[in-house]
Nanobody, 131 residues
Framework: QVQLVESGGGLVQTGGSLRLSCAAS????????MGWFRQAPGKEREFVVAISWSSGKQYYAESVKGRFTISGDNDKKTVFLQMNSLSPEDTAVYYC????????????????????????WGQGTQVTVSS
């Protein structure tokens, strides 16, 4: 089993920045990719960004390109999400997720951008952007 713990959420004004962290523990050896998703009230959970430790690639949703940056430490299985130029539309609960299986039948793309393909999830952290 893998446990994911997010931190760093909070309240920020429009145009501000926040940095989220996610630390994995437990049986982390097989984690090959980690990502962030978010869910706003009344909306479905959506992909934000992901990183693949196996390929080094990063994947971004169009809505956050140029504003959000994912980084991390493969050895520590920790990821960070730097969020800049925040707007009220970014208000949501942000979830960290980890994927442990990749294969020719399940390549990292599109697996890392689909929430249904992830194996483990954190409890979520609230991000609120005031106007």
């Amino acid at each position: 089993q893998v446990q994911l713990v997010e931190s760093g959420g909070g309240l920020v004004q429009t145009g501000g920045s926040l940095r989220l962290s996610c630390a994995a523990s437990g049986h982390t050896l097989n984690i090959y990719g980690m990502g962030w998703f978010r869910q706003a009230p009344g909306k479905e959970r959506e992909f934000v960004v992901a990183i693949s430790w196996s390929s080094g690639k990063q994947y971004y949703a169009e809505s956050v390109k140029g504003r959000f940056t994912i980084s991390g430490d493969n050895d520590k299985k920790t990821v960070f999400l730097q969020m800049n130029s925040l707007s009220p539309e970014d208000t949501a609960v942000y979830y960290c997720a980890a994927d442990t299986i990749t294969s020719p039948e399940k390549p990292e793309f599109p697996a890392l951008v689909r929430d249904g393909d992830y194996d483990y999830w954190g409890q979520g952290t609230q991000v609120t952007v005031s106007s």
